[in-house]
């Protein structure tokens, strides 16, 4: 079982998918928790990701048709908004 804490904002740090049959508990603000699938976590994680490549500008795969202005890797998302009740 893996377990994660939610931070101030809402979010869960999480920078892969996890295996589909792993437990994970996420324990929230309020103190609650909750167990999700792996299976459910990653389909959370690819969601966000298309919302963030989406109001980013970046294709499918996450790369930007625009001239590169950063060095920073702005194609990856490292924290998913999660809260109670997802799980169900």
């Known amino acids: 079982m893996i377990s994660l804490q939610q931070d ?3 979010f869960i740090r999480m ?7 792993t437990v994970i508990s996420v324990t ?3 103190g609650s928790s909750e167990e ?12 966000a990701l298309a919302v ?3 109001e980013n500008h970046l294709d499918a795969k996450g790369y930007s048709r625009a001239p590169k202005k950063t060095v920073q890797p702005s194609t990856k998302i490292e924290f ?3 809260h109670p009740g997802m799980a169900k």
């Open 15 to 21: 920078k892969r998918h996890f295996p589909g049959s």
């Open 52 to 54: 963030y490549r989406a």
């Open 28 to 30: 929230f603000n309020d």
């Open 80 to 82: 998913v908004a999660v």
């Open 36 to 47: 999700f699938s792996g299976e459910q976590l990653n389909a959370i994680y690819d969601e």
């Open 8 to 10: 101030a904002e809402g």
